[in-house]
């Protein structure tokens, strides 16, 4: 618009000093300018016919009732989200980074033996109650190598009291506690169990699960059941802490009626008690799940070893190659009987 209007206001320009012209020249000269003009002002005309003739307005313009940026509610969230999302996956990274154990070969270097390894056992995490899981065959196959290397490592022991422990949770060392418990009673021997994880008490559920068994009411906050199975006792206390000295003294009063016991403690990184009291008895066997971080293993076998703690040796739980052990197994001899059962 701005144009063709500056257009035509040279075009009547030109027109009146042609008009005004000295010289027939400077006329001549004067209108061919103002053909030039005029024919710029036809191409603009034509030109804003073309645009008016393609564009129209669709709607007016509407003032917005709420602005669309910025939202800093909806930022902060989506920075949050971002900063725990990378946070997390920043953690597992360093996580997956940690030297692990995966088999007995990884904690050869920490001076101890290696007294069995036990195989995963299907659907146990997280299970309550009952031993039945004891009985299945390659998992009995291996507590049978683990009740060997404890027995070799108390040679010469009158009425040992052994800790069963672990640097962190779940790592098995109730489900060990048990199951080696039925082992060494299995041959011949008499086992007091000991429910020392005053914060849980594992040991009862293993043990009276669905068993009316009135206990024995003793001195202070411990209670007795004898003969939870063949050749099995189990010590339990209503106590909310773990005693060192009380434990000890009533363990020790107990024992001249058996031949060994066996103490499920709390996770001896958790609790300090736990080495205290293995500190006063005749040592620690220590539990380890294959997949557990090794530095806390390193760091336990030195605080243990500062305190004069016997260690005899670990037990490597849920171990996935000890699966693999070929025909020799009593899972596959079990297959084995039962194929012969039903050939003609």
């Not at 003739?53 to 969230?77: C, H, I, K, Y």
């Not at 299970?127 to 010469?156: I, K, M, N, T, Y």
């Not at 000295?245 to 031949?259: C, K, M, N, S």
């Amino acid at each position: 618009m701005r144009a063709r209007q500056n257009l035509i206001t040279e075009r009547d320009d030109l027109t009146a000093r042609i008009a005004a012209a000295p010289t027939p020249l400077d006329e001549r000269t004067l209108e061919r300018l103002r053909g030039d003009v005029v024919q710029r002002l036809q191409q603009v005309e034509v030109l804003e016919q073309t645009v008016s003739g393609t564009l129209s307005a669709l709607a007016e313009a509407v003032r917005p009732q709420s602005p669309v940026a910025p939202r800093p509610g909806r930022d902060a969230l989506l920075v949050f989200g971002a900063v725990l999302l990378f946070g997390v996956l920043g953690l597992s990274l360093l996580d997956s980074l940690r030297p692990r154990v995966r088999g007995p070969e990884d904690l050869r270097g920490l001076g101890l033996p290696v007294l069995g390894t036990l195989p995963p056992l299907p659907g146990r995490r997280g299970a309550r109650g009952g031993l039945g899981w004891v009985r299945q065959g390659l998992f009995h196959e291996q507590l049978e190598f683990v009740r060997v290397g404890v027995l070799s490592e108390l040679a010469g022991r009158e009425r040992p009291a052994l800790v069963v422990s672990s640097a962190g949770v779940a790592d098995g060392k109730s489900t060990l506690t048990a199951g080696l418990a039925l082992s060494l009673a299995g041959h011949g021997l008499r086992v007091l169990v000991v429910d020392a994880d005053v914060f849980r008490r594992t040991q009862e559920t293993h043990w009276l699960t669905g068993s009316g068994a009135a206990p024995q009411e003793l001195g202070g906050d411990f209670r007795l059941w004898e003969e939870v199975a063949p050749g099995v006792s189990l010590l339990s206390s209503r106590a909310t802490r773990l005693d060192p000295a009380v434990f000890e003294a009533e363990i020790r009063r107990l024992l001249p009626g058996y031949d060994l016991a066996l103490l499920d403690t709390p996770p001896a990184l958790k609790i300090a008690d736990t080495l205290a009291l293995a500190r006063r008895l005749d040592g620690m066997i220590l539990v380890t799940d294959a997949s557990a971080p090794r530095v806390p293993l390193e760091r336990l076998v030195e605080d243990a070893g500062r305190l004069g703690v016997r260690l005899l040796g670990f037990v490597v739980n849920r171990y996935r190659d000890v699966t693999s052990g070929g025909d020799y197994a009593y899972a596959s001899l079990g297959r084995a009987e039962r194929s012969a059962e039903v050939a003609p």
